[in-house]
Structure formats: C-alpha cells, structure tokens
T-cell receptor, first 109, second 114 residues
Framework: GQNIDQPTEMTATEGAIVQINCTYQTSGFNGLFWYQQHAGEAPTFLSYNVLDGLEEKGRFSSFLSRSKGYSYLLLKELQMKDSASYLCAVQDSNYQLIWGAGTKLIIKP | ETGVTQTPRHLVMGMTNKKSLKCEQHLGHNAMYWYKQSAKKPLELMFVYSLEERVENNSVPSRFSPECPNSSHLFLHLHTLQPEDSALYLC?????????????FGPGTRLTVL
C-alpha cells in the first residue's frame, strides 16, 4: 500500500531551527510537496521537490532523497507565527497526491 | 474574488437534510478536487475532476454526490449523512500537465452532522 509517515507533533523554541521529517512508500513518484496549515485555515503551498537535493526558500528549506524515500522540511529562525501543521504529500504515478497526517509544530517563546 | 472560494464556511445539518457545498476557483485551472479532513488523519481525496470529467472517486459513499458544471465551479451535494461525516471539507484546484501540479485550497466548509 501507499504510506506517508511524519511525526505527529514537535515542539521548538522561538528563534531556533527545527527539522520535520517525512518518509514515504508510494506506487511511483512524481514529486513531493510540503504544505503549511494554520488551525482552522486552508493548507498553503510551501515547497516542491522532484530531484534529489536541497531547495531553499527564505527561512524554509526542503530536502529530498528519492533512493531513501525521505524528505525533510527545515525551518530556521522560528517565529511564533510558524506554529501550524506541516503536511507532506507525494505525487504518485497517477499524479494524485498521497498525504501524510501532518506534523503539528508548537513554538514556545 | 481571488484564489479558491468555498461556501458556506460552516454548516450544521441533520441526518435527513439535503444540502450542497459550493466551490469556485478564479485561477484558470483545469482540475478541481474535494477532500475530507478529519482530526489527526491524512487528507482524504474524495473526488477529482480533470477537464470537467470525473477521474477519481475513491469509493466515496453515495450520500456524497459531486457536480462539476464547468472548470471553475464544483459542488458537493449531501443527503442522509451520518455523524461520522462531520469534518472539514476542502476544495482545491490545480493545473494538470503543469510543472508541479501544485494544488491551491479553499478555506473549507466545517460540517457538523447531528
């Protein structure tokens, strides 16, 4: 079957760095997405990786290793507004998104 | 209006009611999606319309009935729902055959079935 695993919850301190991991097993691979979802709001797109390596976008970076079925989202200089759920999703061979359950990130002052 | 809009934002209905959720996208996309989001569970894809044709329904119960009259509008008709159908229903759109097929989400409808 298809499976996306990510930690349920993480806690970090304002100003610090946090890494959210995602491992996947899917039928085919056509890219991996990270989305941010604040409580009661819609998911919003953060990043897309289709090739191995690190993609940097401001304070956020996303890494992909296709051979290991692994990705991580790295958040630097954490701010209180970064408290949200972070969703990992893989696009399978049919170009459908398979979603993880999300990681709730709690930022403490 | 910009992006993806959904109405209503909140809906409370009894098990014998009939209601409809509406979604509209203003992005010129050619695919639209209905998702169900329950607490601490992955997003569940319910229906996909690509180029106005349904391509996926993922074994959704028949009490949920989608309608896509054109590439900008998507409806989800609800009837004789169960309490376990209470969830956040999200609509999304994307441009298939694009570089990343990134999906843009609406704000969702919070549905409570009594």
């Amino acid at each position: 079957g298809q499976n996306i695993d990510q930690p349920t919850e993480m806690t970090a301190t304002e100003g610090a760095i946090v890494q959210i991991n995602c491992t996947y097993q899917t039928s085919g691979f056509n890219g991996l997405f990270w989305y941010q979802q604040h409580a009661g709001e819609a998911p919003t797109f953060l990043s897309y990786n289709v090739l191995d390596g690190l993609e940097e976008k401001g304070r956020f970076s996303s890494f992909l290793s296709r051979s290991k079925g692994y990705s991580y989202l790295l958040l630097k200089e954490l701010q209180m507004k970064d408290s949200a759920s972070y969703l990992c999703a893989v696009q399978d061979s049919n170009y459908q998104l398979i979603w993880g359950a999300g990681t709730k990130l709690i930022i403490k002052p | 209006e910009t992006g993806v809009t959904q109405t209503p934002r909140h809906l409370v209905m009894g098990m014998t009611n009939k209601k409809s959720l509406k979604c509209e996208q203003h992005l010129g996309h050619n695919a639209m999606y209905w998702y169900k989001q329950s607490a601490k569970k992955p997003l569940e894809l319910m229906f996909v319309y690509s180029l106005e044709e349904r391509v996926e329904n993922n074994s959704v119960p028949s009490r949920f009935s989608p309608e896509c009259p054109n590439s900008s509008h998507l409806f989800l008709h609800l009837h004789t729902l169960q309490p376990e159908d209470s969830a956040l229903y999200l609509c999304a759109s994307s441009q298939v055959y694009g570089e990343s097929n990134e999906q843009f989400f609406g704000p969702g409808t919070r549905l409570t079935v009594l």
